[in-house]
C-alpha cells in the first residue's frame, strides 16, 4: 500500500470523526434545549398546582361564610361578604407556590361573588358591588414575574400564572358536630322562628338537661363525662357523622354549664377557666328573651334571628341590663366578653346544626335529620332554670344559616350545608 493511500484514508477518518462530533455536539444541544423547555414548563404547571390549591382553599373558607338566611326582597347585612373575603384571604395565605419558596397573596379584589353559578365576569368583589345576598364565592390566585431558568437565554420573558376556583355550599353526606345537643322530634315538625325549650338542674358540677332537647354523646363509651363539656367549648369536635347514625342520651354531664355559656362570651373566674382564646365566643354574646331598654324588645317565641344577626354584625357583647330574665335565672358566674373579643376571635358558634332524634325512645337513638338551630341565652348560676333555643329549619335546606364542615353528598343527601368545589 502506498504512503499516498494511507494518508488518504486518515483524512477520511479524521473527517468522519470531526462530523460525528458536531452531530453528538448539535444533538446535545437540542437535547439541552428540550430538557430546559420540560423544566421551565414544569415549574410553571408547578406554580399552577400550588396556585389553584390556593385558590380552591380561598372560595371554599369564604363560601363557608356565606350563611344569610334574607327572605325575598330583603338584603343580607354587608358583615356576611366582608367575613367571607376575610376568611378567603386567610386561608389563601395560608399557601405557597413556587416549589413552596413564594408565600401566596391575593388582594381583595381576587375574591368575588355571585348570587349564582355564573362565568366568570358575572362574578363581583365587595369594591365592585357584589350582591349582599351571594350564594358563590370565586377566588383567582395569580403569579407574575415568574423568570425561566433555561429559556431566559433564547430571550422568554417572565411569566404569570393564575388559577381560580368557584365554591358553594351544599348537602353534606357526612358531617361535623356544631353542639352535643339532640333535638326531640315534635308530631307535625317545627315551625321555623318556634322556641324549642328545656330545663336545666345543676347539682355541684353536674348540669342535667330535660325537655325538648337533651345532651347528646356521638361517640358513646370515648372521651369519659367532660366529652360534652369539651364539645360545648369547642375543644373536641366530632365529624364523619351522617344522618341515621346512633347517638345517646347520657343525662348528667360534668361542667356544660360553664362551656355552654362561652358561646356567650360568659367565662367563669378561675385559674383553669376559659378564656376567649381557648373557647372562641359567637359574634354576639347577646341573650333573649330580652327588655327594655333593649330595642326591639323580643319576648319568648318571638324570633329572635334577625336582631341576632344585627347584633353579630355590630360584634354586641351579652348585656345584662337588657336580659329578659330575672332572679335567679339571670346570675351568672363569670365576666361577659367586650365586644373586641366577639369582633377578634368570635365565629358562628350560637347558630348550630343539631340532631332530630326521639327522645321518647332508647338511650341509644338515630339521628332523623338535621336542624338548625339558634342558642338564644345563656345557663345561669343558680341550680335550675330554662334555655331556649330557636328553631331555624333543616340544616341541609339551600340558604340554611348553619356553618359546619364535611363532605358533600349532592342534593339528596340529608346532612348539614358544607362549602363545596363547583368549579
Known amino acids: 500500500m502506498s504512503a499516498t493511500s494511507t494518508i488518504h484514508r486518515g483524512n477520511t477518518r479524521s473527517r468522519q470523526r470531526g462530523g460525528i ?7 446535545g444541544a437540542v437535547l439541552l434545549g428540550f430538557v430546559g423547555i420540560a423544566l421551565d414548563v414544569g415549574r ?14 380561598c372560595a371554599l373558607a369564604a363560601a363557608a361564610q356565606l350563611t344569610c338566611e334574607a327572605p325575598p326582597g330583603v338584603n343580607c347585612p354587608a358583615a356576611f361578604l366582608q367575613n367571607a373575603q376575610a376568611a378567603g384571604l386567610f386561608a389563601a395565605g395560608r399557601n405557597r407556590r413556587d416549589f413552596q419558596s413564594d408565600g401566596v397573596v391575593l388582594t381583595a379584589n381576587d375574591v368575588k361573588f355571585s348570587t349564582s353559578l355564573a362565568p366568570n365576569a358575572n362574578y363581583l368583589s365587595i369594591a365592585g358591588g357584589a350582591n349582599v345576598n351571594s350564594r358563590y364565592a370565586m377566588c383567582t390566585a395569580n403569579a407574575g414575574g415568574i423568570l425561566p431558568w433555561f429559556m431566559a437565554a433564547l430571550g422568554a420573558g417572565a411569566q404569570t400564572v393564575s388559577a ?25 315538625g317545627y315551625a321555623v322562628g318556634e322556641w324549642i325549650a328545656s330545663s336545666f338542674n345543676s347539682a355541684g358540677n353536674d348540669d342535667t338537661v330535660t325537655g325538648n332537647f337533651r345532651w347528646i354523646d356521638y361517640t358513646p363509651n370515648s372521651g369519659g363525662n367532660s366529652e360534652i363539656r369539651d364539645q360545648l367549648a369547642g375543644s373536641a369536635g366530632v365529624c364523619g357523622i351522617r344522618v341515621g347514625d346512633n347517638v345517646s342520651q347520657p343525662g348528667t354531664q360534668q361542667g356544660a354549664k360553664s362551656a355552654w355559656n362561652t358561646r356567650f362570651g360568659i367565662y367563669p373566674n378561675g385559674a383553669n377557666a376559659y378564656t376567649a382564646s381557648t373557647a372562641p365566643p359567637d359574634r354576639t354574646g347577646y341573650a333573649y328573651p330580652n327588655k327594655a331598654p333593649g330595642n326591639p324588645v323580643i ?3 318571638t324570633s329572635a334571628y334577625d336582631d341576632y344577626r344585627s347584633r353579630q354584625g355590630a360584634n354586641t357583647g351579652f348585656i345584662g341590663n337588657e336580659y329578659g330574665v330575672t332572679g335567679p335565672g339571670g346570675n351568672f358566674n363569670g365576666n361577659p366578653s367586650p365586644a373586641v373579643d366577639h369582633q377578634q376571635r368570635g365565629t358562628n358558634r350560637r347558630l348550630v346544626a343539631a340532631p ?11 339521628i332523623t335529620g338535621m336542624a338548625c338551630i339558634l342558642m338564644l341565652n345563656p345557663m345561669s348560676n343558680g341550680a335550675s332554670g330554662t334555655i331556649y333555643l330557636e328553631y331555624r329549619g333543616l340544616a341541609s335546606d339551600p340558604g340554611s344559616g348553619c356553618q359546619t364542615g364535611g363532605f358533600a353528598g349532592g342534593p339528596a343527601a340529608g346532612g348539614p350545608q358544607v362549602p363545596t368545589l363547583v368549579q
Do not use: H, M
Open 21 to 27: 462530533a458536531i452531530i453528538v455536539a448539535l444533538s
Open 44 to 57: 410553571l404547571y408547578i406554580n399552577k398546582t400550588e396556585l389553584q390549591t390556593a385558590a380552591d382553599a
Open 164 to 188: 381560580a376556583g368557584v365554591a358553594t355550599r351544599a348537602p353534606s353526606a357526612s358531617f361535623c358536630n356544631g353542639a352535643p345537643i339532640g333535638i326531640c322530634n315534635k308530631p307535625g
Open 299 to 301: 319576648g319568648v317565641n
Open 356 to 366: 332530630l332524634i326521639d327522645c321518647g325512645g332508647p338511650n341509644s337513638t338515630p
